[in-house]
């Protein structure tokens, strides 16, 4: 009758570990979404990097062909001057966002005779679609065994507006509007490249869509929940061969979320089940329960008449025991009267002789 009890609340939460939804192995969501588009960012900006680094940097050029006449005399220079040496450019770009200035210094094909790498620093302030914008750069081939070169871009608030993260069947995941803040810096010494970049995506709205799988349906319910994340990047390699490694905190924020919405249907699935449950036993308990409580009154009726007849008997056995308690009192009386009147009648028998 305990384990009948018992058995319901058992097979519910057998049923429950077995068949309830798991958030575990939802795997690295951030490769999945973002590691195209950031391969294609990466690509676009190594592209500019190695057309732009040549006129800054003061790449070597072709050597031009020996001359077979006339002799080159090379005389001492006490203050010697590059063939070619722009000390400062000031500029203006104008973008689809806006414009905005800069300002280049030290452009030259020979930096080892200036001794300074050329710099270069390019802001801009209320732009269409961002707050702020700042590029910096530094192109230092002084040495020319030990070329280093390196660019830092730092853009604020940047209005990310209908982005896809993914269009899978049955599956709508789509940033309708956002703002990024992206700090990146990029360094090439001697022709490797060693660069890193963060993207704070934040102030997330999303318009997303759900087909009718349950898992489509935690998918959007958990990315809604999702206000801000950070991507990171990691350039390696060369320009030739770059290498990208794509990581962020996404698949930890998502999978909390995830977790919470597999929570909430994991409730909603015991309570369902414990009532099912409930509803398919709830008779052969009653039965039972009626069952054993009419066992239960028949044995303490049985129980109650054992004891009447218990307690008569312990009556007439105490009424023989005190019966014949009185009986051997009785004989015990009369023992000793016979006793006593044994010594009376011996004492006067030996009066009797005495008086002779």
Not at 229 to 257: C, E, M, Y
């Amino acid at each position: 009758y305990n384990a009948l009890l018992k058995a319901p609340a058992q097979d519910k939460e057998h049923l429950a570990n077995k068949y309830a939804p798991s958030s575990q192995g939802i795997g690295n969501m951030s490769e999945l979404l973002f590691g195209p588009k950031a391969a294609k960012w990466t690509r676009q900006g190594l592209y500019w990097y190695e057309k732009l680094a040549p006129y800054l940097a003061g790449e070597e050029s072709e050597p031009e062909p020996e001359r077979l006449e006339g002799v080159d005399i090379t005389f001492t220079e006490y203050h010697p001057r590059p063939d070619f040496h722009i000390r400062q450019i000031q500029a203006s770009v104008s973008t689809a966002k806006g414009d905005f200035d800069g300002v280049v210094l030290d452009v030259t094909h020979q930096p080892e005779i200036i001794g300074r790498p050329a710099t270069l620093k390019f802001s801009g302030r209320d732009m269409r679609g961002m707050q702020s914008l700042l590029l910096t750069g530094r192109f230092d081939h002084v040495n020319p065994q030990q070329r280093v070169e390196r660019l830092d871009l730092a853009i604020d608030a940047y209005k990310v507006s209908e982005t896809d993260l993914t269009q899978a069947p049955g599956l709508r995941l789509r940033m309708d509007s956002a703002l990024s803040d992206t700090r990146f810096n990029l360094s090439r010494i001697n022709g490797k490249l060693d660069g890193d970049m963060n993207m704070h995506i934040r102030d997330i709205v999303y318009d997303n869509e759900a087909g009718s799988g349950e898992f489509q349906r935690v998918m959007v319910e958990s990315f809604n929940e999702v206000k801000d994340f950070n991507i990171d990047a990691r350039v390696t390699g060369t320009l030739g061969q770059p290498g990208l490694k794509i990581s962020s905190d996404l698949d930890r924020r998502l999978n909390t979320q995830i977790q919470k919405a597999f929570d909430r249907r994991i409730k909603a699935y015991r309570e369902d089940l414990n009532q099912r449950i409930e509803a398919a036993t709830a008779k052969p308990i009653a039965e039972a329960r009626q069952q054993v409580a009419a066992l239960r009154q028949d044995i303490e009726g049985q129980l109650a008449e054992a004891e009447t007849r218990l307690q008569q008997q312990q009556v007439a056995l105490q009424n023989q025991i005190d019966a014949y308690q009185k009986q051997v009192d009785a004989e015990k009386r009369k023992a000793e009267q016979q006793v006593k009147d044994q010594l009376q009648k011996g004492a006067e028998d030996l009066l009797k002789q005495l008086g002779r």
